[in-house]
């Protein structure tokens, strides 16, 4: 297939603190990375880096020959444009991989997600949103603070686990003033902590699970992940929080864990693929965050996940692009791998499982001959 590799460059920020330009131009690496993955499968590929203007890079291609493989997260330096990114594909009739634009709005917004969640019965944690002048509270310490309308634990430090009035106002303000927005406020989930990868569409398939292992850190309330956590390798944070996958739990516990992040995942109406993270607290999978479009890094959860499943970083990208291209109906495009488990699953009557074992997804055939690359508003507390 032709597949343009769609992605945002960064080159300062322009509101919270400055090592968030970490988190932005990792895209940049990622990129390469699916590039190459993706001719390593036999496609043409051809790259776009966007910065301010969407339109005039996408408009000498034609949108009946070219598949685009979404990786822009932002555009103009601005996180909340990123449904904008998914209009201008589908008004120049792109058809791209990953979420729609409703999807990703909803998620970006994280109040509207937790509503989405709990219309469909979903155990997230009670929260209020808050400014510095609209601070009534309702639920008990201690809490978790972070901005309302970002990604990439971006505002999240060790700071953000708050015990008492002052730190909770101390906090909201420093949200309000660094990122210009209100702040989410929620119980703190304390427990074991879960990334879920789960591919698919229809039928959605559950990748093993990736537990933070937090053993390292003996405060409690430090056991989070900070944006030092997930960006900065050197930082105490960062070693502190080593990933285990398999995550080690029982079959109760890791099916209870798997159903909760495939009904998020269908809930929020994500396609293709996506990360659900995850608290258990006394046997209860509390949702934290459903992340459409996530970090596809060759060293991040998603791949990991995919890699302990049997899939290469390759393998992964193709099978992206093979979810976006049956969804599309696009003709000629190779079946997806899970939707050929999907199927072999139903030939024995085993249809009730959602986890893909590891040798489920493993390439079935030599790889085709590579191909040359061608030239807010103030919510009230929700319920548990």
């Not at 190459?36 to 036999?42: D, F, K, T, V």
């Not at 009534?136 to 505002?155: C, H, M, T, W």
């Not at 053993?215 to 989070?224: D, L, M, S, T, W």
């Not at 995850?278 to 890094?297: F, H, M, Q």
Request: proline share 6%; aromatic share 8%; net charge neutral.
């Amino acid at each position: 297939m032709k597949i343009l590799v769609v992605y945002n460059v960064v080159d300062k920020v322009e509101q919270g603190e400055e090592d968030a330009l970490l988190s932005e131009q990792e895209i940049i690496l990622v990129e390469k990375d699916i590039e190459q993955a993706l001719l390593e499968h036999g496609h043409t590929t051809e790259a776009v880096p966007i910065r301010d203007d969407l339109w005039g890079p996408l408009k000498k291609y034609c949108p009946d020959e070219w598949l685009i493989f979404n990786l822009c997260e932002s555009i103009r330096n601005k996180t909340y444009l990123e449904p904008y990114i998914i209009s201008v594909f589908e008004h120049l009739g792109f058809r791209y991989t990953g979420s729609d634009r409703r999807t990703l709005a909803n998620c970006l917004n994280k109040a509207r997600a937790k509503e989405i969640l709990q219309a469909h019965g979903l155990p997230t944690a009670a929260y209020q949103i808050f400014t510095p002048w609209t601070i009534q509270r309702q639920l008990g310490f201690p809490l978790f603070v972070k901005p309302v309308s970002e990604d990439a634990s971006i505002g999240i430090t060790l700071d953000s686990v708050v015990q008492d009035e002052r730190a909770l106002r101390r906090q909201v303000r420093y949200i309000w003033e660094m990122y210009h927005q209100p702040a989410l406020v929620e119980e703190f989930i304390e427990g074991r902590e879960f990334n879920v990868t789960v591919l698919g569409n229809e039928s959605p398939r559950v990748m093993p699970l990736s537990e933070i292992n937090f053993r390292r850190i003996h405060n409690p309330f430090a056991r989070i992940v900070s944006f030092r956590a997930k960006w900065v390798p050197t930082s105490p944070e960062y070693l502190g929080t080593p990933p285990t996958c398999p995550a080690r739990v029982s079959d109760t516990t890791k099916a209870r864990i798997e159903d909760i992040a495939r009904r998020a995942y269908m809930a929020m109406g994500l396609h293709d693929y996506g990360r659900v993270d995850i608290r258990l607290k006394n046997g209860t999978p509390y949702v934290l965050e459903v992340n459409p479009n996530a970090d596809l890094s060759a060293d991040a959860g998603i791949a990991r996940s995919s890699g302990v499943a049997g899939m290469t970083y390759a393998d992964l990208a193709d099978e992206i692009v093979r979810l976006a291209a049956r969804r599309y109906r696009l003709k000629g495009a190779a079946r997806p791998r899970i939707v050929s488990y999907e199927i072999k699953a139903r030939s024995v009557g085993s249809d009730g499982v959602y986890s893909i074992p590891a040798s489920a997804l493993s390439p079935t055939s030599e790889h085709p001959t590579k191909l040359k690359r061608a030239p807010a508003q103030v919510a009230g507390v929700a319920a548990a």
